[in-house]
T-cell receptor, first 113, second 112 residues
Framework: GQQLNQSPQSMFIQEGEDVSMNCTSS?????WLWYKQDPGEGPVLLIA?????ELTSNGRLTAQFGITRKDSFLNISASIPSDVGIYFC?????????????FGKGTLLTVNP | KAGVTQTPRYLIKTRGQQVTLSCSPI?????VSWYQQTPGQGLQFLFE???????NKGNFPGRFSGRQFSNSRSEMNVSTLELGDSALYLC???????????FGPGTRLTVT
């Protein structure tokens, strides 16, 4: 099946630093979604991207839909301790009634106060 | 608007038993998808239901099944449990028109 390569696998940063993570795919997607998951909880949707080249912000988070439709990145500016968690990218290829999400393996973010 | 709810949150079962998990979607959401999350395989798609019909299915054995009711609530069933079925089972719901899927807190299943 489709594979998403998400990098880096983990990051350890100081509070206040900016963070960048990305996902690449072997095939195109119509939609890219970014989620954050805290321990023992379900993923929470952060940003949804629908058009190639689209740049969308949500507070300190900014995400972009790559122009090739095979990649996306997420930036977090001025990180704070509550940014700690696992960040997942997910791609969706809409065709007919196909709404299956394909997920990356996640980026574990640790923020040192 | 209330979020996606899943019951139970935790479950311990023995090999060979079966289990049923429940998901109640956000009000107005008619699409319910199920995912399995494990440390080794990550998040994997199980199946999606819309208007009581299974529209899409992932690569899981037939022991994994589901259904959706007229009020859009969904259940998934796993029969003849195996140790490898231990995982966090997540459901995600989607409203009409958009692609965003909203996840519930999950059911942590442990098979001993």
């Amino acid at each position: 099946g489709q594979q998403l390569n998400q990098s880096p696998q983990s990051m350890f940063i100081q509070e206040g630093e900016d963070v960048s993570m990305n996902c690449t795919s072997s095939s195109i997607f119509n939609t890219w979604l970014w989620y954050k998951q805290d321990p023992g909880e379900g993923p929470v949707l952060l940003i949804a991207l629908y058009k190639a080249g689209e740049l969308t912000s949500n507070g300190r988070l900014t995400a972009q839909f790559g122009i090739t439709r095979k990649d996306s990145f997420l930036n977090i500016s001025a990180s704070i301790p509550s940014d700690v968690g696992i960040y997942f990218c997910a791609g969706q290829l809409r065709g007919g009634s196909n709404y299956k999400l394909t997920f990356g393996k996640g980026t574990l973010l640790t923020v040192n106060p | 608007k209330a979020g996606v709810t899943q019951t139970p949150r935790y479950l311990i079962k023995t090999r060979g038993q079966q289990v049923t998990l429940s998901c109640s979607p956000i009000s107005g959401h008619r699409s319910v998808s199920w995912y399995q999350q494990t440390p080794g395989q990550g998040l994997q798609f199980l199946f999606e239901y819309f208007s009581e019909t299974q529209r899409n299915k992932g690569n899981f054995p037939g022991r994994f099944s589901g259904r959706q009711f007229s009020n859009s609530r969904s259940e998934m069933n796993v029969s003849t449990l195996e140790l490898g079925d231990s995982a966090l089972y997540l459901c995600a719901t989607r409203g009409g028109g958009g692609d965003e899927q909203y996840f519930g807190p999950g059911t942590r299943l442990t098979v001993t």
